[in-house]
């Protein structure tokens, strides 16, 4: 059958704008949240994370947000590159010592020269 | 770049065929992780480990199962592969006490 991920949610940027990719998590005793970048044909790869005593934390190009109140986070990436085309997951921890991460659907986002 | 390898990259197998999958990390991590995931789609955790001798089933269920006789080493294995294993598998390792999880670069399965 067709595959769902066809229909995966897309964000199109013009190259040098800034794209903000959302997320809302399930968890309200989630306290570990993160963002991965996963490129065609690649695993998951680091982004940015944040503890939930946090509101935000910024790295290099990249601004992750965290709204506990309605248990949204948001990855912010300034000055979109061509590069930057990928697949973006979040991911929040499970709360139960496990260490388990529990993975959002993703985004793909898609840089227009 | 995280030190975790996998291999094959690539696999295509007949149905009925027993295979492993072998997932390598060089950080001396204690914790590792196998993922399912499916084109485009969130991942799925199947199995994980905590350290040496320890195995544990993750929240979807797998016909594979795992051994983990050495820190840096955590094979998965499918005894007998069927169409419905065809996907892609991501094996991830993480720190003592870290939720910050590493992957490797992916095992894609096709089985006929």
């Known amino acids: 059958g067709e595959s769902v991920g066809l229909h995966l949610p897309t964000l199109s940027v013009q190259e040098g704008d800034n794209s903000i990719i959302n997320c809302a998590y399930s968890?309200?005793?989630?306290?570990?949240f993160i963002w991965y970048k996963q490129e065609s044909g690649k695993g998951p790869q680091f982004i940015i994370d944040?503890?939930?005593?946090?509101d935000k934390r910024q790295g290099q190009r990249v601004t992750v947000l965290l709204n506990k109140t309605v248990k949204h986070l948001s990855l912010q990436i300034a000055a979109t590159q061509p590069g930057d085309s990928a697949v973006y997951f979040c991911?929040?921890?499970?709360?139960?010592?496990?260490?388990?991460?529990?993975f959002g659907s993703g985004t793909r986002l898609l840089v227009r020269p | 770049e995280a030190d975790i390898y996998q291999t094959p990259r690539y696999l295509v197998i007949g149905t009925g065929k027993k295979i492993t999958l072998e997932c390598s990390q060089t950080?001396?991590?204690?914790?590792m992780y196998w993922y399912q995931q499916d084109p485009g789609m969130e991942l799925h955790l199947i199995h994980y480990?905590?350290?040496?001798?320890?195995?544990e089933k993750g929240d979807l269920s797998s016909e594979s199962t795992v051994s983990r006789i050495r820190t840096e080493h955590f094979p998965l294995t499918l005894e007998s592969a069927r169409p419905s294993h065809t996907s892609q598998y991501l094996c991830?390792?993480?720190?003592?006490?870290?939720?910050?999880?590493?992957f490797g670069p992916g095992t894609r399965l096709l089985v006929l």
């Open positions: 950080m001396g991590h204690d914790k």
């Open positions: 968890n309200s005793a989630s306290d570990y």
């Open positions: 991911a929040e921890n499970k709360a139960d010592s496990s260490y388990k991460l529990i």
């Open positions: 480990s905590y350290g040496v001798n320890s195995t």
């Open positions: 991830a390792s993480s720190e003592e006490n870290e939720e910050t999880q590493y």
């Open positions: 944040i503890r939930s005593n946090m």
